[in-house]
């Protein structure tokens, strides 16, 4: 009996009037799963695709830089145009082109012809995140969009916990270009959930959020709490890009750990990284000022980072302090999302396609400034530049704490 009254108080929507959209939720994460790992997973092949394409490693590791670049362009496009031309075909068409981008990098020939690939299938995946993000939220009560965020958002932690280990064990035996065909079919897959998805709304629901045809000027949209938003956000993503960019190589260069060993902190990382973002979505709706919510977790996964890389006496420690920095990190992520979502529904295809744009900035900022920072002083850098980030992220925001109080009273 109390398992069920503290479920019932976890998950109050499932006894109000605006339920959750759970198929919608459930299909947006398995959507967001599939289009980060078509990045993510390449990472355990660099060295063959290198080989097989005859080029250094540093230019297949640069496709990364290009499927950030090319993924931040797509969202704000395609965000942009979906609040004037609807959402349907983006979330449809999305993930099934996606799988085709994915099969043609499996027969590449060309290192030229994966580029042409890896850049398709970034604009498929900004195209498809940017819609998905509005049309959650679009589609969840206020009440419940920062768990409904955070849910989907997991999909993309889910990707640090089984994407990458399993493509690489796949790829032992097909090798990456049998990956990437299965990364074709699990696109084929995230389209037929979100299709049903979609069919059953139409069928049983109504948009509690009616999508406007006004034409909206970007200047319009970017007000002062938004572009403070943003601002954050690229601290924040920076601090998470310096934290999963470098920790493993952190692990074997100050710990001297085989690579065989580091899948295990990693997975804790990850583990860390999904819980943080489930109770995140819950305190998002559970507390009224979400970027309060935002600032104070993140200034407390800012403290752990001094440590984190600082003390490099005991692998185990280090460890701990991993998952703890994941878990706080994560936790403050859906209050910032939802933060976002308070716009009006004629602007939430715009912002959520920005979302991407901004957080792709955070990430390559993060590649570049830790290959710096790790030539320059080592390790020991990354930590003071992680808790000065989350400080000036706090700061940014805090000053519209109130903004969402007044817009609900």
């Known amino acids: ?36 790992s078509t990045g993510s997973t390449r990472a355990p092949f660099l060295t063959d695709m290198a080989a097989d394409f005859s080029v250094s490693l540093p230019a297949v590791a640069n496709l990364f830089g290009l499927t950030a670049t090319t993924w931040g362009v797509s969202s704000y496009l395609v965000g ?55 049309e959650v939220s679009l589609q969840t009560a206020d009440s ?30 097909i090798g990456w270009r049998g990956t990437h065909a299965a990364l074709a079919g699990l696109a084929i897959f995230a389209a037929c959930c979100m299709a049903m998805a979609l069919y059953v709304r ?77 109770i995140g979505g819950q305190i998002a709706d559970r507390f009224t000022y979400r970027r309060v919510n935002f600032a104070v977790a993140l200034l407390i996964s800012g403290a752990l980072g001094l440590p984190w890389f600082l003390l490099q006496s005991n692998v185990n420690v280090t460890i701990v302090i991993g998952v703890l920095f994941a878990f706080f990190n994560a936790l403050s992520r859906p209050s910032l999302l939802a933060a976002l979502a308070d716009v009006p529904a004629a602007d939430r295809g715009v912002i959520m396609g920005l979302n991407s744009s901004v957080a792709s900035m955070g990430w390559l900022m993060a590649a570049l400034l830790g290959g710096w920072l790790y030539s320059g002083i080592g390790f020991a850098g990354f930590g003071p530049v992680i808790a000065f980030m989350c400080l000036v992220a ?9 903004i969402r109080a007044r817009q609900t009273s």
């Open 1 to 36: 009996m109390n398992f069920v009254s503290s479920l019932s108080r976890i998950m109050p929507d499932m006894r109000e009037s605006h339920p959750m959209p759970w198929l919608l939720v459930l299909a947006g994460c398995i959507g967001m799963f599939s289009a980060t």
């Open 80 to 134: 942009a145009a979906s609040d004037r031309y609807g959402r349907r075909i983006f979330l449809l068409a999305s993930p099934a082109l996606l799988a085709l981008t994915m099969l043609g990098a499996s027969l590449a020939g060309s290192y030229s012809m994966l580029i042409v690939m890896v850049a398709l299938a970034a604009i498929c995946c900004g195209a498809f995140t940017s819609t998905l993000m509005a």
């Open 144 to 173: 419940h969009q920062g768990r409904a965020l955070g849910f989907v958002m997991s999909g993309q932690s889910l990707t640090l916990l089984f994407g990458i280990p399993v493509a690489a064990w796949l790829g032992a035996s």
């Open 202 to 278: 139409d069928r049983s629901s109504v948009p509690l959020k009616r999508r406007s045809n006004e034409v909206r000027s970007l200047r319009d949209v970017l007000t002062g709490p938004v572009v403070r938003l943003f601002s954050a956000l690229v601290a924040e993503r920076l601090c998470f890009g310096l934290a999963t960019f470098y920790y493993a190589s952190y692990l074997r260069t100050v710990y001297a750990m085989p690579i065989s060993a580091v899948a295990l902190p990693l997975a804790l990382f990850a583990v860390g990284n999904i819980v943080g973002t489930i």
């Open 394 to 402: 706090t700061a940014v925001v805090l000053p519209d704490s109130r």
